[in-house]
């Protein structure tokens, strides 16, 4: 199973250090989501990435840096009309490797299995980061094993209140793969924290 890590919303000291350490340990896909940062903050923040790194980056926001940066992805927040790929134009849709999505219904999750490459479906569960933010009460969990059964193109990811003891859940549900933020950056050592997840992705893929 895929295990992505999603940056903290705000400024935080240890987030270069941290991220580092993850790349070093596996982290294949970062999404880099700091919605009150302006472009100029986004820039800077690329710009202090070794150009290496780039490619695991996925953007949030300020989706035309991508042509600057030849960022991995780039991330649409649910209720998107069309990938912002599309809009932009024809540089920014050759250079971008990864189209993902925020989706937090199961019809826009099914009519969207085809349209992206990557599905971040939330919450899953009672929110780390966010207390009080979980499921609705029609998030019924065999109508999500029945769509995530059906064909498609995207992988989707499960996001919302996601920890290491719960992979083998989402594994058995039929997600590709889980998303965390507070699992991470809420913990008192994010580096040992992350190892954790990445070892209970990897179990949950093997079973």
């Known amino acids: 199973m895929r295990l992505i890590v999603i940056s ?3 400024e935080d000291a240890r987030e270069s250090v941290v991220l580092a350490e993850l790349f070093s340990a596996g982290l ?4 880099l989501r700091k919605p009150s940062w302006s472009r100029d903050q986004l820039a800077a923040w690329l710009q202090s990435l070794p150009e290496s790194l780039h490619a695991r980056i996925v953007l949030h926001t300020h989706h035309d840096l991508a042509v600057e940066f030849a960022v991995g992805g780039l991330h649409d927040r ?3 009309p069309q990938p912002k790929c599309n809009l ?3 540089t ?3 250079s971008v490797r990864l189209r993902s999505r925020a989706v937090h219904t199961f019809p826009t999750l099914r009519d969207s299995l ?3 490459d990557r599905l971040l479906l939330s919450p899953v569960f009672d929110s780390i980061s966010k207390p009080g933010h979980g499921p609705s009460a029609d998030f019924v969990f065999s109508d999500l ?5 059906l064909p498609r193109r995207a992988e989707v990811v499960a996001l919302g209140g996601i920890d290491a003891d719960r992979i083998p ?7 590709d793969g889980v998303a965390v933020l507070g699992a991470v950056w809420q913990a008192a050592d994010p580096v040992r924290a992350f190892n954790k997840l990445n070892q209970a992705c990897r179990y949950a893929h093997a079973a």
Not at 28 to 31: K, L, N
Not at 145 to 149: P, R, T, V
Not at 169 to 175: H, I, L, S, T
Request: net charge negative; aromatic share 16%.
């Open 8 to 10: 903290p919303e705000a």
């Open 28 to 31: 294949t896909h970062y999404h």
């Open 78 to 80: 649910d209720h998107t």
């Open 88 to 90: 932009i134009g024809n």
């Open 92 to 94: 920014l849709r050759s």
């Open 114 to 116: 085809y349209d992206y």
């Open 145 to 149: 094993k029945a769509i995530l059964s």
């Open 169 to 175: 859940a989402c594994r058995e549900y039929g997600f």
